[in-house]
């Protein structure tokens, strides 16, 4: 089956380094996609990878391993505004992402 | 630039009555999707189109319909809401997946439906 994994919640302070991590299974594999979604408004897009490594856009960086079924989103320096859910969604086969549910990332002053 | 509009904002129903959930984008985009979104679960497909006149099924499509008449609209309905389907729906569009996968889809506001 299809399946994306990634923590509900996590916490960190702000000024600091967070990684969120998400793992995935997915029949074929097009890409690994980020969003961020504050609390009552819609997904944007943040990141997409289809190769291994880094990609690094600001203060935000999103790592990928295929042979691991493995990525991560890296947010530096974060801010209050950075409080929100992320959403790890992968690409199957057929062009269809499959989605997380979330990680809701709780930044403290 | 409006991008993806999505009418009406919030609604409740009775369960067994009908409606329609509107969705227009102005990017000329091909593809069109409607989601669904529960708390605890990621986003998950209801219906898509991949261009005017065509729809699919995605994985939930029961109790919905569809119909994508004009390119720049993407119509939901429900046609006889149940509790079951108290959710935050999605519509989200982008250029053709095949053959260009890393477009990512841009999504509407959301539209709140409770199901009395």
């Known amino acids: 089956g299809q399946n994306i994994d990634q923590p509900t919640e996590m916490t960190a302070t702000e000024g600091a380094i967070v990684q969120i991590n998400c793992t995935y299974q997915?029949?074929?594999?097009?890409?690994l996609f980020w969003y961020q979604q504050h609390a009552g408004e819609a997904p944007t897009f943040l990141s997409y990878?289809?190769l291994d490594g880094l990609e690094e856009k600001g203060r935000f960086s999103s790592f990928l391993s295929r042979s691991k079924g493995y990525s991560y989103l890296l947010l530096k320096e974060l801010q209050m505004k950075d409080s929100a859910s992320y959403l790890c969604?992968?690409?199957?086969?057929?062009?269809?992402?499959?989605w997380g549910a979330g990680t809701k990332l709780i930044i403290k002053p | 630039n409006a991008g993806v509009t999505q009418t009406p904002k919030f609604r409740v129903l009775k369960t067994g009555q009908s409606m329609t959930l509107l969705c227009a984008q102005d990017?000329?985009?091909?593809?069109m999707y409607w989601y669904r979104q529960d708390p605890g679960m990621g986003l998950r497909l209801i219906h898509y189109?991949?261009?005017?006149?065509?729809?699919a099924k995605g994985e939930v499509p029961d109790g919905y319909n569809v119909s994508r008449l004009k390119k720049q609209n993407f119509l939901l309905g429900l046609e006889s809401a149940a509790p079951s389907q108290t959710s935050v729906y999605f519509c989200?569009?982008?250029?053709?997946?095949?053959?260009?996968?890393?477009?990512?889809?841009?999504f509407g506001d959301g539209t709140r439906l409770s199901i009395l």
């Open positions: 969604a992968g690409m199957d086969s057929n062009y269809q992402l499959i």
């Open positions: 989200a569009s982008n250029p053709p997946g095949t053959g260009d996968p890393n477009q990512p889809q841009h």
């Open positions: 189109s991949v261009g005017e006149g065509t729809t």
């Open positions: 990878n289809v």
């Open positions: 990017m000329n985009h091909e593809y």
């Open positions: 997915t029949s074929g594999f097009n890409g």
